[in-house]
Nanobody, 125 residues
Framework: VQLQACGGGLVQAGGSLRLSCAAS????????MAWFRQAPGKEREFVAT????????FYADSVKARFTISRDNAKNTVYLQMNSLKPEDTAVYYC???????????????????WGQGTLVTVSS
C-alpha cells in the first residue's frame, strides 16, 4: 500500500487548507485512516482519525472544532479540512492507514502500519 499526501502549503493565520491522502497499490479493506503531524523539534502527534464506515471520528483537543476528517472509500482517499489555522498548526502532516473493522479508530502511531511521505503546512502570523 502506498499513501500519497498532498495539499500542504503556506497560509496566513485564520486561513484554510484541505489535505488529501490517496491510497494505491494493494489496498486493504476495511481500514482505519488518520492524520498525524510533526512540528520542527517536536515529536509526532495525533491529529484525527476516521473509521472505514466514516461514522467514527476522533480528534486531538488542539484541532477539535477547527479540523474535519472525511473519506471517500470509492476513491481510497482521506481528507483533512483545516479551518481557522494557527501558527502552532505549522508542521509536516502525515496520513496513515491501519487494518481494522468498519467501526474502529486508532489514535496511536504504533497502531498504523502504513504511512505517507508527509506534506508541509506552514501558517504565518
Amino acid at each position: 500500500v502506498q499513501l500519497q499526501a498532498c495539499g500542504g502549503g503556506l497560509v496566513q493565520a485564520g486561513g484554510s487548507l484541505r489535505l488529501s491522502c490517496a491510497a494505491s497499490g494493494r489496498t486493504f479493506r476495511p481500514n482505519c485512516m488518520a492524520w498525524f503531524r510533526q512540528a520542527p523539534g517536536k515529536e509526532r502527534e495525533f491529529v484525527a482519525t476516521i473509521s472505514w464506515s466514516g461514522g467514527g471520528t476522533f480528534y486531538a483537543d488542539s484541532v477539535k472544532a477547527r479540523f474535519t476528517i472525511s473519506r471517500d472509500n470509492a476513491k481510497n482517499t482521506v481528507y483533512l479540512q483545516m479551518n481557522s489555522l494557527k501558527p502552532e498548526d505549522t508542521a509536516v502532516y502525515y496520513c496513515a492507514a491501519a487494518t481494522s473493522d468498519s467501526k474502529t479508530v486508532y489514535i496511536h502511531g504504533y497502531q498504523y502500519g502504513y504511512w505517507g511521505q508527509g506534506t508541509l503546512v506552514t501558517v504565518s502570523s
